[in-house]
């Protein structure tokens, strides 16, 4: 039979395009499996918020009547318009050590981008820099925090071999509650006693009023992530859909706000790795057992991921980024955390490698994403 690649739209094909990866990775002992029904949800047209402005195209590669390879080519209208840029994207990339199945994938993605008059094409991405993105390059040694992306080794050389070349880096830091900086965690008290000075507080997170908080959070990271690379701003129905979402995971006591005379100006969000929890679910799927393990043990893990910060503009360089980190150690002390992960870093963050680095943290992780002109 050969080679073939399957344009996908039906449910039972999207079925088959989010369980390819639970096949592949099978005898892989760091592989955690995606939620299946969250997976779902986010390839559904009338569901995802990303479809409201973008479009994208889902590939399954079969080999002899076998599934070996996946891929999504990516219109992200809302990238375009914010960059003036003429990019397409290619997301949900998995494959079988094999640059022919590679390679036709890569060439769905391409085809797409050319259609549409663009000049180059930038992956993973699974569909923005919103979501999951990257490909693992460095760091296979253990599994991927809650929300970070995994994959075989081989993936690199695959997609340098269709002439891809590194766009941005992508770090994940480490930060062992036994190797954190003491001086830093000083610092960051010092610099909370300023702050009240100034009339800026550090508060927790109200649940309870977590449709207000997130909407101040949306507004904190569209303005405060605005200058950083591949930046693309959330919408409301994103940032709506993303709070829905995780909203049974936020942990008060490692959800931080900052205010100045009421107003937030900032925040920082951490949240339990609960992929110690879904490793354990075969194929994502939660159910019967998989939602009770979930709820039950999302207090108990022995990470956490830093999985986002914002300060606007004016108020960085003031320690309020320290005194979030400070805040999240000392919690994770507590409760006898190991520690946390912080990520990801674009390698051009200065600021923020140079801050995970003086908390002594341990780079342990590195993504790639990927670009190639066409």
């Known amino acids: 039979m050969g080679l073939e690649l399957v344009q996908i739209k039906d449910k039972k094909g999207k079925k088959a395009f989010v369980n390819f990866p639970h096949d592949l990775y099978a005898k892989d002992p760091n592989y955690v499996p995606e939620i299946f029904m969250g997976q779902m949800d986010i390839l559904d047209e009338k569901k995802y918020p990303f479809f409201k402005y973008g479009t994208a195209e889902l590939w399954l590669a079969y080999l002899d009547g076998k599934i070996v390879g996946r891929i999504a080519s990516i219109d992200n209208t809302n990238y375009n318009k914010h960059f003036n840029t003429k990019t397409g994207f290619f997301g949900f990339f998995d494959c079988i050590d094999d640059t022919t199945v590679a ?24 569909y923005s820099t919103n979501e999951t993105a990257g490909t693992l390059i460095d760091g296979f040694h253990e599994p991927p925090k809650i929300m970070m992306t995994y994959n075989a080794p081989y993936y690199q050389r695959l997609l340098e071999s269709y002439g891809l070349d590194k766009e941005m880096d992508l770090y994940a830091y480490l930060l062992p509650v036994e190797s954190v900086s003491q001086k830093s965690l000083r610092l960051a008290d010092a610099f909370e006693e300023r702050l009240s ?11 309870k009023d977590i449709i207000k908080e997130a909407e101040g959070m949306m507004d904190i990271y569209n303005k405060s992530w605005d200058d950083n690379w591949g930046f693309v701003p959330f919408t409301e129905a994103e940032f709506d859909f993303l709070r829905n979402d995780l909203k049974m995971l936020v942990d008060e006591d490692f959800t931080f706000i900052a205010e100045k005379e009421g107003q937030m100006i900032g925040f920082g969000l951490t949240l339990p790795d609960i992929n110690e929890i879904l490793i354990k679910n075969k194929r994502g799927k939660l159910f019967p057992l998989g939602i ?3 709820l039950l043990g999302k207090k108990k893990t022995n990470w956490v991921r830093v999985i986002a910060l914002g300060v606007l503009p004016e108020y960085r360089k003031m320690g309020i980024e320290a005194i979030f980190f400070a805040k999240n150690i000392a919690e994770t002390k507590r409760r006898g955390i190991r520690g946390g992960e912080a990520s990801w870093v674009l390698e051009s963050n ?10 002594n943290g341990i780079r342990y992780k590195t993504y790639r994403l990927f670009s190639k002109p066409l």
């Open 103 to 126: 390679h036709a994938l890569l060439d769905k993605a391409k085809q797409y981008a050319k259609d549409r008059a663009f000049n180059k094409i930038i992956g993973p991405t699974n």
């Open 197 to 207: 000075r100034k009339g800026i507080t550090i508060r927790k997170f109200r649940k």
């Open 292 to 294: 009770f393990r979930l």
């Open 350 to 359: 200065t600021e923020m490698v140079n801050a995970a680095e003086r908390m």
